[in-house]
């Protein structure tokens, strides 16, 4: 059975970082690309980065140069590094599985506030 | 970044037959068949309901279908039953990138 575990988050500051982890679990986690969608509360749904099985990355705009997606296959773990974290990063953070986000964890709240 | 455009709400009665448009642009919708459409319960996590346009994984019933036209994709759901209520959301492949809707409410009258 595919399970995709998020950790990590809570309350920061604005301005102050933050390290997501997915822990993943019933597949071959090498073989996959990985994603980061989050969603603030009441809000939709938001891509916030990718990683391919070669550890090439991508990232939109609102969050490039900030956040850094990045992978361990020998712990079948992804990550997700966010700094200069700011208020409108409040969300919850979903990892998910491959271009069709095929299974998604449970999230990680990110509340950034002061 | 643009996201894509959902009708913000839908309804139907049990029974019937609904749709969701989700519009886009020739540079996400319009270029690669990689639209997929999600179902999300309140405080759940969202759940692939089809991919690539028209394919519905392994257990999704199959009252839900895709298709796409032009810069549209559509979701349809025959056969209305009040666990189909949630919100839905499109998401497009965009070369490096992806794009979700905003996310239409379905309420099962």
């Known amino acids: ?114 | 970044q643009s996201a894509l455009t959902q009708p913000a709400s839908v309804s139907g009665s049990p029974g019937q037959s609904i749709t969701i448009s989700c519009t886009g642009t020739s540079s996400d919708v319009g270029s690669y068949n990689l639209v997929s459409w999600y179902q999300q319960h309140p405080g759940k996590a969202p759940k692939l309901m089809i991919y690539e346009g028209s394919k519905r994984p392994s257990g999704v019933s199959n009252r839900f279908s895709g298709s796409k036209s032009g810069n549209t994709a559509s979701l349809t759901i025959s056969g209305l039953q009040a666990e189909d209520e949630a919100d839905y959301y499109c998401c497009s492949y965009a070369g490096s990138r992806w794009v979700f809707g905003g996310g239409t409410k379905l309420t099962v009258l």
């Not at chain 1, 700094?83 to 491959?98: E, F, H, K, W």
Request: glycine share 14%; hydrophobic share 35%; proline share 2%.
């Open chain 1, 1 to 114: 059975e595919v399970q995709l575990v998020e950790s990590g988050g809570g309350l920061v500051q604005p301005g102050g970082s933050l390290r997501l982890s997915c822990a993943a679990s019933g597949f071959t986690f090498s073989s996959y690309d990985m994603h980061w969608v989050r969603q603030a509360t009441g809000k939709g749904l938001e891509w916030v980065s990718a990683i391919g099985t070669a550890g090439d990355t991508y990232y939109p705009g609102s969050v490039k140069g900030r956040f850094t997606i990045s992978r361990e296959n020998a712990k079948n773990s992804l990550y997700l590094q966010m700094n200069s974290l700011r208020a409108g990063d409040t969300a919850v953070y979903y990892c998910a599985r491959a271009k069709d986000f095929d299974y998604w964890g449970q999230g990680t709240l990110v509340t950034v506030s002061s």
